[in-house]
């Protein structure tokens, strides 16, 4: 979106703002009577802010827009007939059931797939508590008062309804969408103050005062400033509807205390000074204004322990999963290191393993070293050559296992090709002899007669005090022992010859 196009947003959303705020103090010095038409002038602009936002921000889900639009339009279509005859509370009842469906239009788009379950016992939850809360001071004295005329009663009801639905949406909505569009914080925003707006009214016994009109035009002019914002366009999902946020806890606890809460605070004056002589007022004797509340509690407490449980296996679940993972992925580490410390072909140690193992050798004290020995094959090339690599292979992983067999009190590594090195603590000469014979042992594999002889350097690492100088001392003992005809061992000498290299000597 470019600099421009921005500008001309923020001009849009502040001027619509700015006319709200005119037409609501025009309303403060007009008569109630006459604010009403402020108040229908406004719900028609906020219709028709819906309607431009829609044009200029093209959003994801339209038919949520479109359903608050004609809900405006009705809404300002009862203010301005102003009077209870049928045409204004159907334009009432239509009102109230278009902005609902569009609340629970909007749940659904932002609800995360597979977590409706999740979401409607949410909401669930808050039509009950509200309900719970609010029956005893505003809902119950309400409809007893209009019990005796059964259409304003009925349409008070169905309107209650929708009104409890419209909240719970709302509430779905702060937990289920993003909690950064400033589009949806707006509707959620004007929800709430409409529905503190028509409760007050319902109680109240007089036509809506200036502070009624003035709360219902914050409540459309919030609905007109969310379409007109930039954000209306997308209809992001926010946290997963199966964490335990902050906000969905604060909201467990509000439902849970808002039922003894509101029903001490209506039992207050009856404790003070105790019911009037004539009896209670209208609408607050009878079962119902207990029994019923007490059985809304009830099933807020049902429904949240069902939410808890819900939430409880999802973290077991999900204790269940990060503990296979971490199990999984330990054994990666082990294979990983495994990998990185042996030979793949043979299961020996590898080049890495010799290397730590001669380090930490020659680190010891002399005497406790122990000996190195560096041996290569001799006619290996000609077995792959003439019998092919998996005969080779096959005789690599044989004569490893051997070598392992023989030098059990050691470490064996395969450095590579068909050259082994072994560690052995002390007794290397024998060790090497017996490395030898196994080595030079008739075998048959893949059906054919294989016969190799080994050449072997043997080291003290008493002499040497890197891993390096061991590591070259031995190969100079091993290319001796190959020098001296083959399938025999050299034994390194730590003088110098006359020309500073060092020799090896001995037999084999």
């Given at each position: 979106?470019?600099?421009?196009?921005?500008?001309?947003?923020?001009?849009?959303?502040?001027?619509?703002?700015?006319?709200?705020?005119?037409?609501?103090?025009?309303?403060?010095?007009l008569p109630a009577p006459a604010a009403r038409w402020a108040l229908a002038g406004v719900e028609v602009g906020a219709g028709l802010a819906v309607l431009a936002g829609i044009r200029r921000h093209r959003p994801e889900?339209?038919?949520?827009?479109?359903?608050?639009?004609?809900?405006?339009?009705?809404?300002?279509?009862?203010?301005?007939?102003?009077?209870?005859g049928p045409g204004s509370l159907l334009a009432l009842s239509g009102a109230f059931l278009l902005v609902t469906v569009a609340m629970l239009v909007r749940v659904r788009a932002c609800s995360r797939p597979g977590h409706h379950r999740a979401n409607v016992l949410d909401g669930a939850m808050v039509v009950l508590g509200v309900m719970a809360g609010t029956w005893p001071v505003v809902i119950g004295p309400v409809l007893a008062e209009r019990w005796n005329h059964p259409t304003p009663a009925a349409v008070f009801g169905f309107c209650t309804i929708l009104m409890l639905l419209r909240v719970a949406g709302a509430a779905v909505l702060l937990l289920a969408g993003d909690p950064r569009n400033r589009a949806h914080q707006l509707v959620v925003a004007s929800t709430f103050l409409l529905f503190a707006a028509d409760a007050t009214f319902a109680v109240s016994d007089r036509p809506p005062t200036v502070w009624h009109i003035l709360a219902w035009m914050a409540g459309h002019l919030m609905i007109g400033a969310a379409a007109l914002h930039p954000s209306m366009a997308r209809a992001e999902r926010g946290a997963d509807p199966e964490t335990l946020s902050r906000t969905r806890l604060g909201l467990f606890a509000v439902l849970t205390a808002f039922y003894p809460l509101m029903t001490g605070l209506n039992a207050l004056p009856r404790m003070a000074g105790g019911p009037p002589p004539d009896g209670p007022p209208p609408g607050e004797s009878g079962l119902h204004m207990f029994v019923l509340p007490m059985l809304l509690g009830v099933g807020v407490s049902v429904l949240l322990v069902l939410r808890m449980g819900m939430l409880g296996n999802l973290a077991q679940r999900r204790a269940r999963a990060l503990d296979a993972a971490l199990r999984e992925q330990e054994a990666l580490r082990a294979e990983l290191e495994h990998r990185a410390t042996h030979d793949p072909l043979t299961g020996l140690g590898n080049r890495a393993a010799l290397t730590e193992a001669l380090t930490v050798a020659v680190g010891r004290p002399p005497g406790a070293r122990g000996w190195?020995?560096?041996?290569?094959?001799?006619?290996?090339?000609?077995?792959?050559?003439?019998?092919?690599h998996p005969v080779g292979d096959e005789l690599l992983v044989a004569l490893g296992?051997?070598?392992?067999?023989?030098?059990?009190?050691?470490?064996?590594?395969?450095?590579?090709?068909?050259?082994?090195?072994?560690?052995?603590?002390?007794?290397?000469?024998?060790?090497?002899?017996?490395?030898?014979?196994?080595?030079?042992?008739?075998?048959?594999?893949?059906?054919?007669p294989v016969r190799v002889s080994a050449s072997i350097g043997v080291l003290a690492l008493d002499d040497v005090h890197t891993c390096a100088d061991a590591l070259r001392d031995a190969d100079v003992a091993l290319y001796a022992a190959k020098a001296a005809g083959?399938?025999?061992?050299?034994?390194?000498?730590?003088?110098?010859?006359?020309h500073g290299n060092r020799t090896a000597t001995g037999v084999g």
């Open positions: 979106m470019s600099a421009g196009v921005r500008r001309l947003d923020r001009r849009l959303w502040y001027g619509f703002l700015l006319g709200g705020a005119a037409a609501a103090a025009v309303a403060l010095v889900g339209a038919l949520f827009w479109r359903l608050l639009a004609g809900g405006l339009f009705l809404f300002a279509l009862t203010h301005l007939a102003g009077s209870h190195l020995l560096l041996l290569d094959l001799d006619g290996f090339k000609e077995v792959n050559d003439t019998l092919g296992t051997e070598f392992r067999r023989l030098a059990a009190d050691g470490l064996v590594a395969r450095l590579g090709g068909d050259e082994f090195a072994v560690i052995v603590p002390g007794a290397a000469l024998d060790t090497a002899d017996t490395l030898l014979h196994a080595a030079a042992r008739d075998r048959t594999l893949g059906g054919h083959r399938g025999c061992y050299r034994v390194h000498a730590p003088e110098s010859d006359r």
